[in-house]
């Protein structure tokens, strides 16, 4: 059996990553696969015995994900990004750790899928858009619009553990079609 072991990183938070990753692990099992969902490095030895379909790692934010995007048993990148000045210096960031990784070994191949986790609604996220497009320009890279609009409320009312399982139920809802063309990607 082949395990095929997934990265989800951001080293910026607040970007949707565990929301990404837990929207992907739901979406695998019920594709009636086999799902391990990691938010630690510790627990990896014990899930890999498990021998399971897929490996989901939802990297912690603020850690250097350079080593671990160069590691060749991850097959798949995701990246959550919103659309702000900050997560345009991250994709700066990445480019640039991707174009080194490349540099040093030529036979490096890996699906890289970038997951927008913000509406692009606005003058100012087109904007940034257009400018991570820019960024993203000459690497295999796919882009889907995994965003659900969260309105004032929502954000001023709900707690946490709320906000996140609203945002878990309403994109695999709202957002099915974008999910199934992220299944076929990781698979």
Do not use: C
Not at 79 to 84: A, D, E, F, G, I
Not at 90 to 103: L, Y
Not at 156 to 163: D, G, Q
């Amino acid at each position: 059996m082949t395990m095929t072991f997934i990265l989800v990183v951001n080293r910026k938070g607040a970007t949707g990553k565990t929301i990404v990753s837990k929207t992907l692990v739901n979406k695998l099992k019920s594709d009636m696969q086999t799902v391990a969902y990691l938010e630690g490095e510790g627990e990896m030895d014990e899930v890999v015995h498990k021998q399971p379909d897929y490996i989901v790692y939802d990297v912690p934010s603020g850690n250097s994900d350079a080593l671990l995007i160069s590691e060749p048993m991850f097959h798949k990148i995701i990246v959550p990004t919103s659309l702000n000045k900050y997560s345009l210096a991250m994709i700066t960031n990445f480019v640039a750790d991707i174009q080194a990784i490349k540099e040093a070994n030529a036979q490096w191949n890996k699906e890289i899928i970038i997951a927008l986790t913000q509406t692009n609604d606005t003058p100012v996220t087109s904007a940034i858009f257009d400018k991570m497009q820019e960024k993203l320009e000459g690497l295999d890279v796919h882009v889907i619009d995994l965003s659900i609009p969260i309105n004032d409320e929502e954000k001023r009312n709900l707690e946490p553990a709320l906000m996140e399982q609203s945002l878990l139920t309403r994109m695999g809802q709202e957002r099915s079609q974008e999910l199934t063309q992220l299944l076929e990607l990781v698979k």
